[in-house]
Structures are given as C-alpha cells and as structure tokens.
C-alpha cells in the first residue's frame, strides 16, 4: 500500500531534528580546528577530548551563526542562556556527556515556510540551540572491528526541533532542503550532507484520520541524505500501518535507516523515554549578551529565499516555480535581481537566466557564478532581441560567446557574425519570391502552409540572423501585392 492511501485512514504527525554543522574556524569551545578531509584523529584536542583539566571556552562564531539563524526564522533570540552536560555513553563521546542546551537554549519558537502541492505552509519550531558534535565510528563487519575517529568531536553544531506539525513524508524532504538553502543564504554552513555537516532524525507516530490524538512514536536516527528523509519516513509509516492494521500496538522504538536495503530497522525498543541526566556545565557560566550585540548580527541577515519567491510572484507575476529556481541559491537570486534593476523584463530576465544560462553552466557541471555573464551585457542581448536587431537563435550563440569567452557584448557585436541591420530585409524577401514564381501562386491559391517555406528561404539568405517576426511582417506585404 502506498503512502497517499494509508493517508486516507491515517493521519501522519512527523517532528524533525536536524543537525547543521556551523563553518566556524574552530571547534566550539576550543581552538581547535575541524575539517571533513584529514586523517583519522588528527584535529583533536585535550578539550575536545575530554581530558582531565582542559576547560571549555565558547566559540563567539558559534553564538553569531545561532542568532542569524534566529533572525531568520523568526525565533525569539535569548540575551541569556546556558550550556548543559548531556550525559549518555557511547564509543564516539568522549567525555561521556555532550555539552548542548537544555531548559534556556538561544533560539526559541520561529517557523519556516515551506511550499507543498503549491500551497504555503509554516514549519513551526521548538527551538534552536547550540551544542558540540561528537565524534564518528566505522564499523567493519567483515572483521568484527570498530574504529573512532575524534576529529568531528567537539564541532560546533545547531540543533532545530521542529513542532510535530509536518503531515506527509515529502513535507519533511522540503523542509529540509529549505534549511540548507536557509543556512546557506546566511552563510553559516554549506550544509554538505554527504559530508555529515547536515543530519537529521525524525520522530513519526500514526493516529486514526480526525482523531486529534498522538500516536506512539517511534524515532529514526541519523539521515544523512533528501531523498532517504522521504524514504525513511515512508518507511516507518509502512511498518506502523501494517502493525495497527493487525491489531497490535506500536512499541516506542529507535531505528536506524538500511541504505542498502531501502527499509528503517529497529536499533533498539525504548519502554520510556531517555532520561540523560542533564544538568548546568559547571565549567561554562551563564552567557549575557548586549542588546546592541544581537541588533548587529541581525542586520547582517540577508533577504532570504521565501522573501524574494514572494516578492516575485507579488510583483512580477512569475509563477512558483520559476521564483523555487532563482531563489535555489542566493547568487541566482543577487544576479536576477540585478538585471531585472537594470529595467529588464522580470519575465524575460526570469527565461534567459533559468533557462539558457542555466544551460550552460550545466554543461560544464558546474554551481552558478555571476561573473561569467556580466548583467550589463544579459541586458543588452535582451533589448537586442526586443529590437529584431539579432534573432533569439542569435542571442543564444551570443550568450555562449560571453560565458566560454569572456569577450564583453560590444566586442562580440562588433565582430559582425550576429547583427542584421546593414541587411535589406525588403530587397532579400522579394529575391526569395522572384526565384519562387510557382511557390508563390500556390500560396496565393490557398497553400498557406507555404508560409514556411518562404521562412526558411529567406534564413538561408540572412543566415538567420533576421528575427521571425520581422520576416513574417514583410513577407505578409510583399505577398499581399
């Protein structure tokens, strides 16, 4: 049975937490550096470590990436909070506890607006808060070995809970796919997933349809990729439904997602929930931070992608999907902006960069840098257009010219290979249909098709580079005489 019909029995209530790790030059509370490619416990410490005596500091880089995180989401930003040893054992934490946040974390409530089955929704948060990663194992079936590695222990990290508010396993994948695109707008982290800097854990629970009520929840750990958050989650909602269908209640669980076999398996069943013991790090006070402080890292908060896809079907009337495609990242987003400033047509502007230069870049497999087609001269090649100066045909070789030359359009004009003006459209036309006598009676006799025909004559003469409009306009006249 698939998803969509087990949902029309069964409501779904799926919660989310993610974990992004911050691009911070240190770890966050010791100055030791982390970085995904070095070799295995090479970027330790005796803080991250845990060894006796070291003492932690907090990492300001950490507290400014948490309040533009805050600022915006819309989360209330604390100018006092606290850090907390979470204590539970396991290989790859070191000290026996992570330092996170507990009861007065820095970021509380906020929502995300997401977009599903063209509708707005508002992912609402719990919290954000700050903490520090541990570090990660490597398990070898095949000689019974386990290995650690403590280069990740200690990175600084922001954990964002989300309210049990998404309703369907696809909401969960766009919701994670707009924090990366968030925390990569505010430049806080690239949110590599194949590089764990951006994991996620998803708690999902199955209640009659219109019940109102919660189901017996079950927790999936560890995500590591879009498509498996959807696939995860679909997972579980299988196995619940197929549990409930048979009469038998869900146990609380704790699964892990099989790659390789497409499927959530159960880690371990949970008769409660975990205590872990928390209490204030005795070693880390109290954080106060000024007000001015906070007021300086919010006006750093650039506008965001949910604010311009608004903005441009508000004002441009471009649809959803255009505006998800110029907002996918904030480089796209800066350099549409900039031609459509310079009065071009936001559906024009919205064509040539989503589509043809997209292109391009493409081709080379390649992310987008404005700097390869300057605006000024995507401006230019588009007001060429409009004025039947060069053809579409033409605009698109001009548009590859300045991406793979970096010639500016003047030079490319100048070279004489894309503009029509010096030719005699009217003299050009009326040698077509000199040499095209019979053509031309059949078409007066009623074979309008062959409309086509004179088209094509006539772009072998221009060599295409006389837009269609103009070409029809004169063939129009000349074969009405």
């Not at 579980?236 to 099989?258: P, S, Y």
């Not at 309008?448 to 772009?459: A, H, M, P, R, T």
Request: with cysteine.
């Amino acid at each position: 049975m698939n998803i969509n019909e087990i949902n029309k029995n069964w409501d779904f209530t799926i919660g989310l937490e993610i974990h992004v790790q911050l691009d911070c030059n240190s770890k966050i509370f010791s100055n030791c550096q982390y970085e995904y490619e070095n070799s295995p416990n090479s970027l330790t410490c005796p803080t991250s470590l845990g060894l006796p005596g070291a003492l932690p500091n907090v990492n300001q880089s950490a507290i400014e990436s948490a309040i533009m995180f805050g600022k915006a989401v819309n989360g209330k930003i604390s100018k006092n909070f606290t850090f907390a040893r979470k204590h539970y054992f396991y290989p790859d934490l070191p000290k026996g506890y992570q330092i996170s946040q507990f009861d007065q974390p820095i970021i509380s409530g906020g929502s995300v607006p997401i977009w599903w089955n063209e509708k707005e929704f508002n992912i609402d948060l719990t919290r954000a808060h700050l903490e520090e990663d541990s570090g990660k194992s490597f398990h070898n079936n095949d000689s019974k070995k386990s290995n650690v590695d403590y280069n990740r222990s200690g990175a600084a990290l922001i954990e964002i809970v989300t309210e049990p508010v998404i309703v369907h396993p696809e909401q969960a994948k766009i919701f994670m796919q707009r924090i990366k695109q968030i925390v990569n707008y505010i430049n806080i982290s690239k949110a590599e997933m194949e590089k764990g800097k951006l994991r996620c854990d998803a708690n999902i629970s199955l209640s009659k349809k219109g019940s109102g009520k919660f189901g017996v929840k079950t927790e999936i750990k560890n995500i590591n990729s879009f498509r498996n958050v959807q696939r995860a989650i679909e997972s579980e909602i299988i196995r619940q439904n197929k549990i409930l269908n048979d009469g038998k209640e869900v146990q609380q669980a704790t699964l892990t997602w099989n790659n390789d076999k497409n499927v959530a398996e159960i880690m371990r069943i949970k008769e409660n929930a975990d205590d872990y013991r928390y209490f204030p790090d005795p070693d880390l006070p109290p954080v106060s931070l000024e007000k001015s402080f906070i007021e300086d890292i919010k006006s750093s908060v650039p506008i965001l992608p949910f604010e311009y896809e608004k903005k441009w079907m508000n004002k441009y009337n471009l649809s959803l999907n255009e505006c998800m495609i110029l907002s996918s990242s904030k480089d796209i987003a800066k350099y549409f902006e900039e031609v459509v400033g310079l009065d071009v047509s936001p559906k024009k502007a919205s064509t040539w960069v989503s589509t043809e230069l997209f292109r391009l870049f493409n081709e080379i497999n390649t992310v987008f840098d404005s700097s390869k087609v300057e605006a000024k001269d995507l401006k230019i090649l588009i007001d060429e257009i409009k004025k039947n100066k060069i053809t579409q045909n033409s605009g698109k070789e001009i548009l590859r010219a300045l991406f793979e030359t970096g010639k500016n359009i003047s030079e490319i004009l100048q070279s004489g290979d894309f503009d029509s003006s010096d030719m005699n459209i009217t003299e050009i036309i009326e040698n077509v249909l000199s040499d095209c006598q019979n053509e031309v009676l059949r078409y007066k006799n009623g074979e309008d098709k062959l409309i086509g025909f004179f088209i094509g004559q006539v772009n072998k003469e221009t060599k295409g580079k006389v837009s269609h409009e103009v070409i029809i306009a004169e063939l129009s006249k000349k074969l009405k005489d």
